[in-house]
């Protein structure tokens, strides 16, 4: 079992910078492909991010292209989203997910586990 926990996330203004954390514990490898996820009221799960095990493949959604960074330090078990220029939309509670295989996928079912999530509110 993985166990992950997101961390970072806030109230800040529209045109500001947020960098959300996920910490993996547990049964940890580095052959995971991991990702961000994002769910607002009344909308369905969307990806955000994702980056394949060691950090040379990343994919982002066409609404944050350009603002949002994905990275990860496999020798501290975390993944990082750094987020610039936020937008009002940007408004949800963002969740990390891990997946036993080294690709990324932008796909939610594909991934196995699942940290709680942590709200990002962006006021205009």
């Known amino acids: 079992q993985v166990q992950l926990v997101e961390s970072g996330g806030g109230l800040v203004q529209a045109g500001t910078s947020l960098r959300l954390s996920c910490a993996a514990s547990g049964r940890t490898s580095s052959d995971y492909a991991m990702g961000w996820f994002r769910q607002s009221p009344g909308k369905e799960r969307e990806f955000v991010a994702s980056?394949?095990?060691?950090?040379?493949?990343?994919s982002y959604a066409d609404s944050v292209k350009g603002r949002f960074t994905i990275s990860r330090d496999n020798a501290k078990n975390t993944m990082y989203l750094q987020m610039n220029s936020l937008k009002p939309e940007d408004t949800a509670v963002y969740y990390c997910?891990?997946?036993?295989?080294?690709?990324?996928?932008?796909?939610?079912?594909?991934?196995?586990?699942w940290g709680q999530g942590t709200q990002v509110t962006v006021s205009s």
């Open positions: 997910a891990a997946r036993r295989l080294i690709g990324l996928s932008t796909v939610s079912r594909l991934y196995e586990y």
């Open positions: 980056i394949n095990w060691n950090g040379g493949e990343t």
